[in-house]
């Protein structure tokens, strides 16, 4: 792969890709320039490891303390729940409620409920109940990536 | 943090208020049609504003109990024993009410042709309910599909912006 670099004296800095075919390659290299690659140190059975925020499937806050739900494991995140959600909103986590935060890519399907409410239904199974409040957000937010998808 | 769970407490409070607001309208109007079904039936094409008033203001109240109270049957996912029992007693409550209230001159037929048309309304309601819900979901987890898609578009845009 050839490697082009110049330096600019004003503007912002800027990546660009030209590609013949996508592969893992030049997905990483993508990833890696919107800040995606970025991995977060968590503690899980007493050791700090490294996990993509993309594996989470949705953040918990109990007494006090924030828990990352992955599809395997349980861990403990230092960060508060209000950090992390501002964070990581551009990448599809959403306040569901004062102490919960969902990956909305990792939401298998959505129900309606009554009381304009909506249950999500996680890749594990588990279920989150959306409150009215909430559930307008998500609306708006999964409005604007339809919209998105028609522009 | 006292302002905001101030400001969520009042915001929640809006919310049931709308909600009820909406079932007054629902099961006051439903009062209404009957009422007026009665009237042309009788040959009399004048409603007394009296009894629209009363019927209003027993929407209103029943609304409340619906919602505080009785756990918002007509919105249950399926009718069982409770939401069975709590649609039985709230006809018979606008059923009582439109005898002591005197809407339909206190005849015992027509009181219990409305007692069934109360029946048939909270069904009814009930049964659009569940439609409703049933279209929100699909719409919902279409939405959904679209903003995954999405995100993979855009990438793909941002991929091919340039040549």
């Keep these: 792969m050839k490697l082009t670099m110049n330096r600019i004296l004003q503007g912002e800095d800027e990546v660009i890709i030209r590609y013949r075919e996508m592969n893992a390659q030049i997905e990483l290299i993508a990833a890696l320039a919107e800040g995606k690659g970025q991995k977060m140190g968590v503690m899980w059975e007493g050791d700090t490891i490294m996990i993509s925020p993309e594996s989470i499937l949705y953040l918990e806050s109990v007494d006090g303390a924030v828990w990352a739900y992955l599809p395997d494991k349980v861990c403990r995140v230092l960060e508060s729940l209000g950090t992390l959600a501002a964070a990581w909103s551009q990448r599809g986590f959403f306040r569901c409620s004062k102490s919960m935060v969902i990956n909305i890519y990792r939401i298998e399907r959505l129900k309606s409920e009554a009381g304009n409410r909506i249950r999500a239904y996680m890749e594990n199974g588990e279920q989150v109940m959306i409150s009215r409040r909430y559930a307008k957000q998500l609306r708006g937010i999964l409005k604007g990536g339809a919209d998105d998808e028609r522009e | ?163």
């Design chain 2, 1 to 163: 943090m006292k302002e905001s769970k101030w400001k969520e407490r009042l915001l929640n409070c809006l919310g049931n208020e709308i909600w009820i607001e909406y079932k007054a309208c629902l099961y006051s109007f439903c009062v209404t049609v009957f009422y007026c079904i009665y009237l042309v039936c009788r040959g009399v094409y004048f409603a007394s504003i009296l009894i629209m008033f009363e019927s209003i203001i027993l929407a209103y109240l029943m609304g409340y109990m619906q919602v505080y109270l009785l756990r918002d049957f007509d919105e249950a996912e399926r009718i069982g024993r409770w939401e069975a029992a709590c649609i039985v007693g709230c006809s018979g409550v606008y059923t009582l009410a439109s005898y002591v209230l005197n809407w339909f001159e206190r005849s015992l037929p027509v009181t219990g042709l409305f007692f069934i048309f109360m029946l048939f309304s909270y069904f009814c309601v009930y049964l659009v309910n569940r439609i409703r819900r049933a279209f929100d979901t699909r719409n919902l987890n279409k939405m959904l599909a679209d903003f995954k898609r999405g995100k993979r578009k855009k990438e793909e845009k941002v991929y091919e912006g340039e040549d």
